[in-house]
């Protein structure tokens, strides 16, 4: 009798962790601050008075996903177009208006195809070359440490593989380091919908008419500072990319 007992404990086990993990990863949204400290990273605790500080969310909702930047007053919301290229708008908050960029209008004409980086703030192709080096917890709560040293710059990642979510990440150089940590997740549906449904009934620009509509106040006052075509993963506290070695910093400005 030994033995069937054992076969049934076998099969509801799995099935346990299976309905405890019941979650929906692309419905969520994830609240990350970061700090910034600039300097050579064995100074005094006292200098860190200087850190620079910046919120910002990510939020799934399905095919789209959206990276919202509270002290900047920006949401870029991207999806996949069928040929695999990404697109992206660029949503002004406070201004209630937008700009739609088409996949060519991104890296200068090269287009980005790396939906990783989107969906989840660090590329699959830097996760990759990282090195596993321990793990804890299990099931939804589990979370697992990679790190990478290369040219002269150590990153270190904490992973939800449940979520796909970062739990924490360090990108470390000689003269800065920049951490961001995850604070919270959300899952009510409803909010998340809401953070997309409102972005998409602001009144919307294709990048490529932004010349003839230089008339208008608000996309003159664009083209005269100079505005980010292009971002991805986790930024710095200007909302600029950090450039991570991998192809995923900031690519320029419409001019």
């Known amino acids: 009798m030994k033995t069937p007992l054992i076969l049934t404990a076998a ?3 799995p099935l346990h ?3 405890a993990c019941d979650m929906d990863a692309n419905h969520l949204g994830a609240r990350y601050e970061s700090t910034v400290h600039s300097g050579h990273t064995n100074t005094h605790a006292d200098d860190h008075a200087h850190d620079q500080q910046v919120t910002m969310t990510l939020w799934r909702n399905g095919k789209r996903v959206a990276h919202e930047f509270p002290k900047a007053g920006i949401t870029e919301i991207w999806w996949n177009t069928p040929n695999g290229f990404l697109a992206v708008t660029r949503n002004f908050d406070s201004a209630r208006r937008s700009i739609e960029y088409a996949p060519m209008d991104l890296n200068r004409g090269k287009g980005d195809t790396d939906w990783s980086v989107k969906y989840q703030l660090v590329s699959n192709t830097l ?9 804890e917890g299990s099931g939804c709560e589990k979370i697992e440490h990679y790190t990478l040293s290369e040219n002269g710059i150590t990153y270190r990642l904490a992973w939800q ?4 979510l970062v739990q924490s990440y360090e990108v470390e150089r000689p003269n800065a380091v920049e951490h961001w940590t995850l604070q919270d997740v959300i899952t009510d549906t409803d909010r998340i919908a809401q953070s997309f449904e409102r972005r998409d009934a602001y009144q919307s620009t294709d990048y490529a008419d932004i010349g003839d509509n230089e008339s208008d106040p608000f996309l003159l006052k664009l083209v005269s500072l100079g505005f980010v075509t292009h971002a991805s993963g986790f930024y710095n506290a200007d909302g600029t990319p950090i450039d991570d070695g991998h192809g995923h910093g900031h690519e320029g400005h419409a001019h």
């Open 11 to 13: 099969i509801v086990l």
């Open 127 to 135: 996760k990759n070359k990282m090195q596993l080096t321990r793990q």
């Open 161 to 164: 593989p449940a979520r796909q």
């Open 17 to 19: 962790g299976a309905i």
